[in-house]
């Protein structure tokens, strides 16, 4: 997986900048209790969503299991419809496929469908360096582009700007990348897509190259599947003579019927709708209808070292619907940018390190971003478990040691031992009860004093149970 976004500190660090930003708060607030409300509404439409559920986690399971057929037969069935495969190690190998395929039509520019695998590798900065440009398509995306920013939501990308933020970016950006923002842009909703309209559309028309990944790509027969709300996804899968999809290895599943039941899942989990307005599907190429060439870059990018993870591997179920970032408290109040990463809230804290690993700093910190509540378990519509694989992380970072870790290690083991030798545990209790008058209500130190910096050290009683025992039991 590529790097952390350049210079993003530790998750702690950020979060803690990102919860003194009211106007963030409120923009997440607001955004993530009408998603995850619209959601539920949704959800109670179907009295069969549990079993839903569990035939999406079971279809996920087994593929993974069979990943290597079931790959070879998304290659066989692509060429045999017409298209090219490529396979990528890495970000690295992927961003150097499709830079130069592009280079190979002889044009500068491409189009691009709203794509976390290509976020994931940093595809359109990597096409940058090489002189070529890539325009976001997706409203969110575009809205993210446009000001210099980076996405902090897996569905809405810009879910931490408000309307009036958004006019002034359409205002002062847009004429740097093409058609200029109308004159007297307003904030409401229809002008500011209106804009944006006018906008894409010159690019949609010139666009001899798109890009995308894909929700799915269906073993049997080798077609993608891409669903979204707008339509800007379809513009850019059906006009363009090339149309490049960069697709991560877990996104295959066997059959057309295994795709019936994630169209009932994701639709509901991330938009809140039955289904989605816009569901494009493709198989190869076809004389006189879309793109000439298609090209299938298959993605591994630190997968496969996921996969041999028999805890942590449950993370590749994920559709990417962003129902757990809804309903996360720690995501409502930090927001996405303080994960270092495109995968943002819960899926990203058990993602990312096991993409990237946990060497970095940023990486070893994000599994201990969330409470542990189990909301985001609740809400997976594959039923992965994230406080397991939370959990799981810890411990992995934890055998890493570190200054923390050693620490923690050297308590624990303090701890078995006055819990082996009672008379010194009997000793130490009367000793901390005589002293109660004394304690600190912080601990000194570093590590411990980030613990009790927002918790108070609970009171000492004035004697020991055992005393008490002896006393009012004997």
């Given at each position: 997986m590529s790097g952390t976004f350049v210079g993003m500190p530790a998750f702690p660090e950020a979060a803690r900048t990102a919860v003194r930003d009211a106007t963030?708060?409120?923009?997440?607030?607001?955004?993530?209790?009408?998603?995850?409300?619209?959601?539920?509404?949704?959800?109670?439409?179907?009295?069969?969503?549990?079993?839903?559920?569990?035939?999406?986690?079971?279809?996920?399971?087994?593929?993974?299991?069979?990943?290597?057929?079931?790959?070879?037969?998304?290659?066989?069935?692509?060429?045999?419809?017409?298209?090219?495969?490529?396979?990528?190690?890495?970000?690295?190998?992927?961003?150097?496929?499709?830079?130069?395929?592009?280079?190979?039509?002889?044009?500068?520019?491409?189009?691009?469908?709203?794509?976390?695998?290509?976020?994931?590798?940093?595809?359109?900065?990597?096409?940058?360096?090489?002189g070529i440009r890539a325009y976001e398509t997706d409203l969110a995306e575009l809205i993210v582009q446009l000001g210099k920013d980076r996405p902090s939501h897996i569905l809405v990308p810009a879910i931490h700007r408000n309307r009036g933020e958004i006019r002034d970016i359409f205002r002062s950006e847009m004429g740097e990348w093409g058609r200029p923002a109308p004159e007297g842009l307003t904030d409401t909703p229809a002008e500011l897509a209106e804009a944006a309209r006018l906008h894409l559309r010159e690019k949609f028309l010139r666009a001899k190259v798109g890009i995308s990944g894909a929700n799915f790509m269906v073993a049997e027969t080798g077609t993608l599947v891409v669903v979204e709300s707008e339509g800007n996804g379809r513009m850019c899968?059906?006009?363009?003579?090339?149309?490049?999809?960069?697709?991560?290895?877990?996104?295959?599943?066997?059959?057309?019927?295994?795709?019936?039941?994630?169209?009932?899942?994701?639709?509901?989990?991330?938009?809140?709708?039955?289904?989605?307005?816009?569901?494009?599907?493709?198989?190869?190429?076809?004389?006189?209808d879309g793109p000439r060439t298609f090209h299938l870059v298959l993605l591994d990018n630190g997968r496969t070292d996921t996969l041999a993870d028999e805890v942590g591997r449950q993370a590749l179920r994920c559709i990417r619907c962003s129902a757990c970032l809804n309903v996360c408290p720690v995501y409502e109040r930090a927001g996405g940018h303080a994960y270092g990463s495109v995968y943002p809230g819960p899926i990203g804290a058990i993602l990312s390190p096991q993409l990237r690993g946990t060497g970095s700093e940023i990486d070893a910190s994000l599994p201990y971003a969330s409470s542990l509540c189990g909301a985001c378990y609740e809400v997976c519509p594959v039923a992965i478990d994230i406080p397991e694989v939370l959990v799981h992380l810890r411990e992995k970072v934890a055998d890493q040691g570190g200054k923390g870790h050693r620490l923690e290690k050297a308590a624990m083991r303090t701890a078995t031992w006055l819990l082996d030798h009672p008379a010194a545990l009997t000793a130490g209790e009367r000793l901390a009860s005589g002293t109660r008058k004394l304690h600190p209500k912080r601990l000194p130190g570093p590590g411990a004093r980030q613990w009790t910096n927002s918790r108070d050290l609970p009171e000492v009683p004035a004697e020991p149970f055992r005393d008490w025992w002896k006393k009012n039991r004997a």
């Open positions: 963030l708060r409120g923009n997440l607030r607001h955004a993530t209790h009408t998603i995850r409300d619209k959601r539920a509404r949704a959800v109670a439409e179907l009295e069969d969503w549990t079993a839903l559920r569990e035939a999406g986690k079971r279809i996920k399971d087994h593929t993974l299991r069979h990943l290597d057929r079931y790959l070879v037969q998304v290659e066989e069935a692509v060429t045999a419809a017409g298209g090219t495969v490529h396979w990528a190690a890495d970000a690295e190998e992927a961003n150097d496929i499709v830079a130069r395929l592009v280079e190979e039509t002889g044009e500068r520019e491409v189009v691009k469908v709203k794509s976390m695998a290509t976020q994931e590798i940093g595809l359109n900065e990597a096409l940058e360096a090489r899968l059906t006009l363009p003579e090339t149309l490049i999809s960069v697709v991560g290895i877990e996104k295959v599943i066997p059959t057309w019927r295994d795709l019936e039941v994630f169209l009932q899942l994701l639709p509901r989990s991330s938009t809140a709708e039955r289904m989605n307005p816009y569901t494009s599907m493709w198989t190869g190429t076809t004389d006189g």
